[in-house]
């Protein structure tokens, strides 16, 4: 049985800091696999600045091709809008039932995990992976820090946002760094989010 973690995202555009997280989730918490859920567009919000489904799932992909333990899924494409994580992991566990499915979150994630929706259910079948996240200087705290099913990583605190690069992108800074290459030249050929 392998252990899959789940990161989910728009991944608008996937970064350095994605990367990090994830390869550090699949090197040392026991998990086998990490896939990245690209979450579709939900029609029912304008939400301009979110490229197409097939893109970011594509830029998803050129990232991850050289790590042979991270994936790219694009599973929430086929599920009925608007979709819960809960779902979700039903419809996993049916598609894959010899895997074990894990949620990798941020502890800001963590602290507003009760207002999910069947978060119970979630708790009940799947563990928690949970990356530090800093807020205003502090570390979130939730009501879940010590439950059995939650796991607390000392991964790295990456504070890299899509919504910096979006902007930086905007405004014409070089920020090819916070990229991985190949995203970086699919985003530069296809000229998103310079305007």
């Known amino acids: 049985m392998k252990k899959i973690g789940l990161y989910f995202g728009t991944f608008n555009p996937i970064h350095i800091g994605h990367l990090g997280i994830a390869n550090h ?6 998990l086998d696999e990490v896939w990245f859920v690209v979450t579709p567009h939900n029609p029912f919000k304008e939400k301009s600045s979110l490229l197409a489904d097939h893109h ?4 998803v992909q050129i990232a991850v091709e050289d790590y042979p333990k991270l994936k790219a899924s694009n599973i929430e494409f086929g599920l009925g809008q608007p979709n819960y994580t809960v779902n979700t992991l039903v419809h996993l566990t049916e598609k894959f039932p010899d895997d074990h499915f894990c949620l990798i979150m941020g502890e800001d994630n963590l602290a507003s995990f009760h207002k999910w929706k069947n978060y119970e259910v979630i708790l009940e079948n799947n563990e928690l992976y949970v990356y530090p996240r800093v807020q205003e200087g502090k570390r979130p705290v939730s009501q879940f820090d010590a439950h059995p099913k939650v796991h607390k990583t000392d991964a790295p605190i990456m504070e890299i946002s899509s919504t910096f690069i979006r902007r930086a992108i905007q405004h014409k800074k070089n920020i090819r760094p916070l990229l991985p290459c190949n995203v970086w030249q699919y985003l530069d050929e296809m000229n998103f989010y310079k305007n």
């Open 25 to 30: 989730m699949v090197e040392f918490s026991g």
């Open 56 to 59: 970011r799932l594509q830029m």
